[in-house]
């Protein structure tokens, strides 16, 4: 067995003059977890797509099993020397089934080239079963909730059999119990003597299997380091350049009047939603605790008119409002930043200009036409604002790095004069210090006196910037705290009664 699964070193990326990438070095021994880490756009997925032959490098040395790699490498060529990437934005095709998916490319085929489907279905669940998941390998891919797609994502990978196997975000969809199975399987892999590069923003979670981490910031190499002899305010020193002091930058200002009453709403869709009833105040935060799963999305869905509702009534400021659109909820200044911002969210064919200020078109148009200048200047403004990390604000939203995608999604919605400000997991794949500016941005809704609400698997952030937690669990709400009254332990607990 080769000393080193992987080494990189002296490694160059620029897009158009734009340096990504710049000198940086990066190795993976066998029966490891190897974290890489590093602010949103620190250049952490571009290095491993040039792993995965995803992208060319400028310049610098690429060594596989101690073999160095003189040509250029395609996704192709990466598979077939042992490397698998999870990447960080889904890729499966929506409308082809489970075990397709899994097997997109490496068909069963029996003589005369007749697909296998019996046998590629088999084959699925196998892998489906490693994972411990119960899914119908011929169930079509889009009726899967995302942390079940995300599930796939790593199937998938894992029957490619890979020796170095790249996981992009993997957790930042899933549901606690399959963080768990994912962990199990990755230390069936180190066991193996496979090498796991692993990027994650779920600090915490890295204790739990990581051998090593190495730190990129804006596009440089800065340290390898020992997970046990490291500890995690170091890190984030070392990722951001600085000590961070506060987490959660909480500010009390007076709750207003009721600007939001949501009564009897049910919802068939996803896992449905029954009988949900509850209040929003001006100037108040209300977070949406739950697991995944447990109905928080179906909600704000149903309420800002991306689903039907089966029953109930919503109040609008003392007005009983019927939404049935998305575009109807903008007009009545309510506002919702999607989970799924690839799907739902953005438009990664346009512009981050054009992205960020299509809710607000009536704003910078006069007679129809856009104003460009005027564009330019609101979305320059958000884009400091945010802090987005762009060349500039024409860059295709599909060019920015994932973490920054999500500033863009959040970023619309702040354009507008809103009433209601619906956050579905605001700091998803947001590394420490932009989580930050998110929660001041939230600040600065709750400041002007707009009712905030967010939906967020991670407790921490629940406790530390809400006024008052909802707990859902299977599509009914459980409990209601107001926040600086209850704990994590007390809010477990009503997010698992069944
Ligand atoms: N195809 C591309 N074209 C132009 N610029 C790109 C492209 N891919 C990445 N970049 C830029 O390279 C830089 C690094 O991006 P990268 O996606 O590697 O960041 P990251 O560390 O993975 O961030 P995140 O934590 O947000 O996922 C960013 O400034 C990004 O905008
Ligand atoms: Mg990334």
């Known amino acids: 067995m080769a000393e080193e699964l992987l ?54 040395d690429l060594f596989i099993n101690g073999e160095q790699i003189n040509h250029d490498l395609t996704p192709h060529s990466a598979q077939h020397m042992g490397i698998g990437i999870i990447h960080q934005e889904l890729n499966l095709c929506p409308h082809l089934t489970v075990a397709e998916n899994i097997f997109l490319n490496r068909e ?36 899967l909730p995302v942390s079940k797609q995300q599930m796939m994502e790593i199937c998938k990978t894992l029957s490619l059999n890979a020796r170095i196997v790249i996981m992009d975000e993997p957790t930042s969809a899933l549901t606690e119990k399959e963080i768990e199975d994912l962990f199990s399987v990755i230390a069936l892999l180190k066991q193996q003597g496979k090498g796991i ?60 009047e ?48 991306a689903d039907k509702m089966s029953a109930g009534e919503v109040i609008l400021n003392g007005k009983p409002v019927k939404i049935k659109s998305p575009a109807e909820a903008i007009n009545m200044g309510l506002f919702c930043a999607p989970e799924d911002r690839k799907r739902d969210g953005l438009c990664v064919r346009m512009t ?22 005027l564009e330019g200047e609101k979305t320059a403004s958000m884009v400091k604002s945010l ?13 920015l790095s994932g973490g920054n995608q999500q500033k863009v999604v959040v970023g619309k919605w702040l354009m507008r004069n809103a009433q209601v400000v619906i ?42 910037m809400s006024d008052r937690v909802i707990v859902m669990c299977n599509g009914k709400i459980t409990g209601e705290f107001i926040t600086r009254d209850t704990d994590q332990e007390k809010i477990l607990h009503y997010a698992t009664q069944y």
Not at 275 to 295: C, N, P, R, T
């Open 387 to 399: 802090r987005i990390k762009t060349p500039g604000i024409n860059q295709y939203v599909r060019n």
């Open 7 to 60: 080494r990189a070193e002296h490694i160059n990326k620029a897009f158009s003059g734009v340096v990504a990438l710049q000198d940086v070095q990066f190795d993976l021994k066998p029966g490891e977890v190897h974290a890489l880490l590093g602010e949103n756009g620190a250049g952490k997925s571009t290095l491993m797509k040039i792993i995965s032959g995803v992208y060319t490098r400028d310049s610098g």
């Open 352 to 373: 981050l200009a054009e992205n960020i200020t299509m809710p607000s078109l009536d704003v910078i148009s006069k007679f129809g036409v856009i104003m460009k200048k």
């Open 423 to 464: 956050f579905d997991e605001p700091t998803r794949g947001i590394d420490v210090a932009s989580k930050i500016e998110i929660y001041n941005i939230i600040n600065d809704l709750k400041k002007n006196g707009i009712g905030v609400m967010f939906v967020s698997s991670e407790l921490p952030e629940v406790l530390g």
């Open 258 to 305: 009721k600007v939001l009453e949501v009564k009897h709403l049910s919802s068939p869709h996803g896992v449905g939603v029954k009988d949900v009833s509850f209040e929003l105040y001006k100037g108040e935060i209300l977070a949406f605790a739950g697991l995944m799963g447990a109905g928080r999305t179906e909600t704000v869905r149903a309420i800002s008119g």
């Open 197 to 256: 590069i692993y990027i994650s923003h779920r600090l915490e979670e890295l204790s739990r299997i990581v051998d090593r981490v190495t730190i990129l910031r804006d596009g440089r190499y800065v340290r390898t380091l020992n997970f046990g002899e490291t500890s995690l305010p170091e890190i984030i020193s070392l990722m951001v350049g600085r000590t961070l002091t506060e987490k959660f930058p909480r500010i009390e200002t007076p709750r207003g």
């Open 108 to 143: 069963f085929a029996v003589a005369g080239g007749v697909l296998n489907k019996k046998k590629q279905n088999e084959a699925a669940k196998e892998y489906l079963s490693q994972l411990n998941l119960e899914i119908d390998p011929a169930t079509v891919t889009s009726k």
